[in-house]
């Protein structure tokens, strides 16, 4: 609008736009400051549908080699060849080494290490002679466990750490993060150093050549000691099993375990007994034990076992060394033994008022104890719990009497029998068929024939397209033994059950006989794909 003078210039301009018809409309609109107010006419759906009449598309571009921009600068959004988008995700790499450093000087306290891709973990344990046990714990999002180790320094397997040394840590996959911790501690300090590594730790491989294809290995008795052999074969020795001692002291009585009376009038107590009244024991894979009780004391106490880890007890009798008694309390100093052999627990218990203090001493022993019968043995019948029919022995001068019950000695010198023989005689037996008919044998062989001798039914019945049994009545004859089967017009085929088809069957040509050894318990199907007929025998 240069060419028109600036009165001209400064009226106001209208802009119209037109519809379809080609009206004049409406004018544009303008906001405040002059700028023309548009409308976006797209109408796609943000949530997904059918694709819209107009749409705003964004634009991309291709470069064979990707733009290089430094700072300050922009560029449109990139495309390969395909007009994919090309995107980048950001992703740190793990670091290759991760380490951590700390003190273990008392329970409670840690050494922590996160793992991040760790493949490998190696622990230096040092420090001013410690003296407890550290175990290195797994924690992942199952929970936590106790890692196995490897000794670098002496080569052996341990599930904790007692001295300072190298360890590499077996079985961290899965691991988020590892803790070092005392389970017992007494004094000093530990320094641990925990060192992890994305590589896996790598065995290296022999060099295969003839100078080294066979290797030397050596077995160590987990102390660092060398087996031996002998003419290839390992040496071994038993080793005898070690015994034990442990020892208490009683000064009260138990008030606080409770009895319940069961089967036959037994006895089990339960609960937790009174402090200073029970000396226990753990006896889980011990054999034997010796139980000892001295000491200045008053009272009464109850020897008990228990199989169930400590949880409920019963009275269990020791052998009184020296006598024939068994007793299951004590009012006296004493010394016994018992099996302990398959009883997880023994212990003994303050049942009564208790003055001065009785002194309990136990070896338990791994070795296998003697049986020892104090008391002459009672036989008796076994019909009942408390049967009193026992068994007769009588002296060899006795003879035997009608009366005596159970077993019976029969032979005695005063026996008729022929002098100079202790031979009662011989005796024949015979073998009979159930009908008082002896049955016979050849070269000492019992001689045996299964023949047809109860009964037989035959008869006709129509086979066609749908199975039936093979017999000749609405069930099988009773204790068959044979069935023959012959078509008489058109071929059939046998199968083990109703499902059976001309295509699955055995075919039996018309004018054949077949014989099979079927049982009553058996029952073959005929069919047919023309409807004809079939003769049955069945014989028993």
């Given at each position: 609008m240069a060419d028109l003078p600036y009165i001209q210039q400064a009226q106001e301009v209208k802009i119209t736009g037109q519809d379809s018809l080609g009206d004049t409309v409406n004018y544009v609109g303008a906001d405040a400051n002059g700028n023309i107010l548009t409308k976006d006419y797209s109408n796609g759906s943000a949530t997904g549908g059918t694709a819209a009449t107009s749409s705003i598309l964004t634009g991309g571009i291709y470069n064979s080699t990707a733009p290089s921009l430094t700072t300050g600068?922009?560029?449109?959004?990139?495309?390969?060849?395909?007009?994919?988008?090309?995107?980048?995700?950001?992703?740190?790499?793990?670091?290759?080494?991760?380490t951590t450093t700390g003190t273990l000087s008392g329970l409670g306290q840690t050494v922590n290490l996160t793992l991040f891709g760790t493949a490998s973990?190696?622990?230096?344990?040092?420090?001013?002679?410690?003296?407890?046990?550290?175990?290195?714990?797994?924690?992942?999002?199952?929970?936590?466990?106790?890692?196995?180790?490897?000794?670098?320094n002496s080569s052996n397997i341990a599930s904790s750490i007692t001295t300072n040394g190298s360890y590499r840590v077996v079985g961290i996959a899965g691991v988020v993060s590892v803790t070092a911790q005392f389970t017992s501690y007494t004094s000093g300090s530990a320094t641990i150093n925990?060192?992890?590594?994305?590589?896996?730790?790598?065995?290296?491989?022999?060099?295969?050549?003839?100078a080294n294809v066979l290797v030397t290995s050596y077995l160590n008795d987990g102390s660092g000691n060398a087996l031996t052999s002998t003419n290839n074969a390992l040496n071994v020795s038993q080793v005898s099993a070690s015994d034990t001692f442990t020892t208490g002291n009683i000064t009260t009585q138990d008030t606080s375990s409770t009895s319940t009376t069961y089967f036959n009038n037994q006895v089990w107590y339960s609960g937790t007994p009174t402090t200073g009244s029970v000396f226990s024991v753990t006896t889980a894979g011990i054999e034997t034990g010796m139980v000892e009780i001295s000491g200045t004391w008053t009272g009464t106490l109850q020897i008990e076992i228990s199989v169930d880890s400590g949880v409920n007890w019963i009275t269990h009798a020791i052998h009184q060394i020296g006598s024939p008694n068994f007793i299951?309390?004590?009012?006296?100093?004493?010394?016994?033994s018992l099996n302990l052999g398959g009883k997880t627990n023994f212990r003994v218990r303050a049942i009564s008022a208790i003055t001065g203090t009785a002194i309990v001493r136990l070896i338990s022993s791994q070795n296998p104890s003697s049986t020892y019968i104090a008391n002459s043995i009672k036989l008796v019948d076994g019909s009942t719990t408390t049967s009193t029919t026992t068994m007769n022995i009588v002296a060899a001068s006795t003879p035997a009497a009608t009366t005596n019950t159970a077993i019976v000695v029969g032979l005695s010198p005063n026996s008729p029998l022929p002098a100079g023989t202790n031979t009662l005689g011989t005796v024949n037996?015979?073998?009979?068929?159930?009908?008082?008919?002896?049955?016979?044998?050849?070269?000492?062989?019992?001689?045996?024939?299964?023949?047809?001798?109860?009964?037989?039914?035959?008869?006709?019945?129509?086979?066609?397209?749908?199975?039936?049994?093979?017999?000749?009545?609405?069930?099988?004859?009773?204790?068959?033994k044979m069935l023959m089967i012959s078509p008489v017009t058109y071929t059939v085929y046998l199968g083990s059950s109703s499902s059976v088809t001309t295509t699955t069957g055995i075919p039996i040509y018309p004018g054949q006989v077949i014989s099979f050894a079927f049982s009553a318990n058996v029952?073959?199907?005929?069919?047919?794909?023309?409807?004809?007929?079939v003769n049955i025998f069945e014989a028993a």
């Open positions: 600068q922009q560029a449109s959004a990139q495309l390969d060849s395909s007009a994919r988008l090309i995107t980048n995700v950001g992703i740190t790499a793990p670091p290759s080494n991760i973990l190696n622990i230096d344990v040092s420090g001013s002679g410690f003296v407890g046990v550290i175990a290195i714990v797994a924690n992942s999002p199952s929970g936590q466990r106790t890692l196995g180790l490897f000794n670098i925990m060192y992890g590594t994305t590589a896996p730790f790598i065995v290296q491989p022999y060099s295969m050549n003839a299951t309390s004590a009012t006296n100093n004493v010394t016994g037996s015979k073998t009979e068929d159930g009908s008082g008919n002896s049955i016979a044998s050849y070269n000492s062989q019992l001689d045996t024939n299964d023949i047809i001798n109860t009964s037989i039914s035959s008869g006709s019945i129509t086979v066609g397209t749908t199975a039936v049994a093979a017999r000749v009545s609405t069930s099988n004859l009773t204790n068959r029952t073959p199907y005929l069919i047919s794909a023309t409807s004809g007929t």
